[in-house]
């Protein structure tokens, strides 16, 4: 498929034009300029948003590993104070998603995105100072704010520096960080753990208030660590800004969505791709959340004291890393989609399904069982967000998209916050029962994404869809262009 308009990424229509301006000769440009070009890159743009991003992760979930702590006796926590205390995050952190987008837009990514760490750091420490669960909720609901901007701004600032099968591999470095920070944060809060009375704290405590302090220093950092966009970036030459640019320009062949106009806008709307994808990542979201969230708890339920507990989550994320990464390499090298995630589905379903019969196994089985769900819902997630961005094109279409799929799709956030109930200890029936339901709902999507990409294929493969060239908007049309072929 290379050389088509099916391998493209959308990119900025006034930075596509600028760089046409200043185009160096293709002709001129060897492999190994663009090989160095990359390097230099992955080393500048991913290492500073992957570091805030681990931070965020760590920030939303550490009050899994504070709970065994003793944070709910200390705040006199009851029913499901716990459960409204997770999904409170959810509420603003959907509906602010898209808004952060428009403004990092019109203001350098350093700034925004440096600002809005120090912001969250600071709730997390707070978190750590509450008296009463009201407060906790507060800086909860504070916390979801600040934090909306990450994912959409990052995987939008990836995506301004890479083609479009460059980016799976990126954008799947950058998610291992929500992985690593499921292992780091049951590592420092065993640390943290002793801890415990030092200043007249609980153990806690601490957990926010240190990992809240180290938030807000990278945070600070982060002004001159960040990058900003290419036309900007202090660390390119003119050489090397013009040679990213006009790479990316050329990668945008015909399918192209520069002006939001209405055609567009129904065009957005009535694709179906967008929606399949959503509710792909509103399945598979939950498996991430219900993991840091709970395994804590669960392991500390199997019989392992809360250290204990706290370290042995650590193995579970390394190896899901692996597993991660690993299909991340695949998946771009052979440019497809579809099998992995089902693959992913598959493997996390039959750690729900051990779980669910975890009365009648041992405790290592049990154990296990964890490691075959986190590892299957990373496997597949990061794939779903992916396959998305390589199917829509057009730069008003992949903003619309990817808006969606994260804002919408976290949704499944605040499912996996509301299924666990105390009240079912140690069980967790409906927990785990639903968690594999939504795993489920994920495969549908996919299979629909799959079934629809390739008959959608097809169709253009026969010419059916090449009187789209004849409309008024056939300069707009996206990756409805003729020419497109969508990633299965």
């Known amino acids: 498929m290379s050389g088509e308009p099916a391998d493209k990424l959308e990119f900025d229509p006034v930075q596509v034009e600028n760089a046409s301006d200043k185009e160096p000769d293709r002709g001129v440009i060897s492999l190994e300029t663009e090989k160095k070009l990359l390097r230099k890159c992955d080393l500048r743009v991913l290492p500073a948003i992957t570091a805030i991003f681990f931070l965020s992760f760590i920030d939303r979930s550490n009050i899994g590993n504070a709970k065994i702590q003793g944070m709910t006796g200390d705040l006199h926590m009851q029913g499901p104070d716990y459960n409204i205390a997770l999904f409170i995050f ?21 700034t925004w995105l440096s600002a809005i760490t120090v912001l969250w750091g600071i709730c997390t420490c707070c978190m750590g100072l509450v008296t009463n669960n ?3 909720v507060a800086c909860r609901l504070l916390l979801g704010i600040f934090e909306a901007g990450i994912v959409p701004g990052c995987i939008y600032l990836i995506s301004m520096y890479y083609k479009r099968y460059e980016v799976q591999w990126r954008m799947s470095l950058f998610f291992c960080a929500s992985i690593l ?3 780091f944060s049951g590592l420092l809060a065993f640390a ?26 990278v945070g600070v950092i982060g002004k001159w660590w960040i990058v900003d966009w290419p036309e900007t970036a202090k660390f390119l030459n003119e050489e090397e800004r013009a040679i990213l640019l006009s790479r990316i320009a050329e990668d945008v062949g015909d399918a192209k969505m520069d002006h939001l106009s209405k055609s567009a806008t129904r065009r957005i709307l009535k694709d179906p791709k967008i929606y399949f994808g959503t509710l792909a990542y509103f399945g598979v979201v939950n498996t991430g959340y219900a993991g840091s969230f709970f395994i804590p708890t669960i392991l500390n ?10 370290i042995r989550t650590i193995p579970i994320y390394v190896v899901a890393t692996i597993a991660c990464l690993t299909t991340a390499y695949i998946t771009d090298r052979l440019r497809h989609r579809y099998i992995f995630t ?13 779980l669910l019969c975890q009365q009648y196994i041992a405790v290592g089985v049990r154990y296990f069982a964890l490691f075959l769900i986190v590892s299957g819902g990373y496997m597949t997630q990061p794939v779903v967000l992916a396959w998305l961005s390589n199917t829509v094109s057009g730069h008003y279409k992949r903003a619309a998209s990817s808006a969606a799929q994260i804002g919408f799709g976290n949704l499944g956030g605040i499912v996996a916050s509301n299924v666990f109930f105390d009240r079912e200890a140690p069980l967790y ?5 639903v968690s594999l339901g939504m795993l489920w709902i994920c495969a549908a999507a996919c299979t629909a994404l799959y079934t629809y990409a390739t008959l959608e294929n097809k169709k253009r493969d026969r010419g059916e869809r090449d009187s789209r060239l004849q409309e ?5 049309l996206g990756d409805d262009h003729p020419h497109w072929r969508l990633a299965t």
Not at 202 to 215: K, N
């Open 192 to 217: 943290i753990s002793n801890m415990d009375g030092v200043g007249g704290y609980g153990a806690w405590r601490w957990i926010f208030i240190i990992e809240g302090l180290l938030t807000v220093i």
């Open 472 to 476: 008024p908007d056939a300069d707009n």
């Open 134 to 136: 009201a407060g906790l």
């Open 342 to 354: 089902m693959i992913g589905i598959i493997v996390g379903s039959v750690g729900y399904i051990l």
């Open 301 to 310: 339920q199997m019989g392992f004291k809360a250290a204990d507990a706290q």
């Open 90 to 110: 959810f509420i603003p952190y959907i509906i602010f998603e898209l808004p952060s987008n428009l403004v990092i837009k019109r203001i350098l990514p350093s």
């Open 181 to 183: 920070a499921g292992a």
């Open 429 to 433: 029936t409906t927990g785990l029962g």
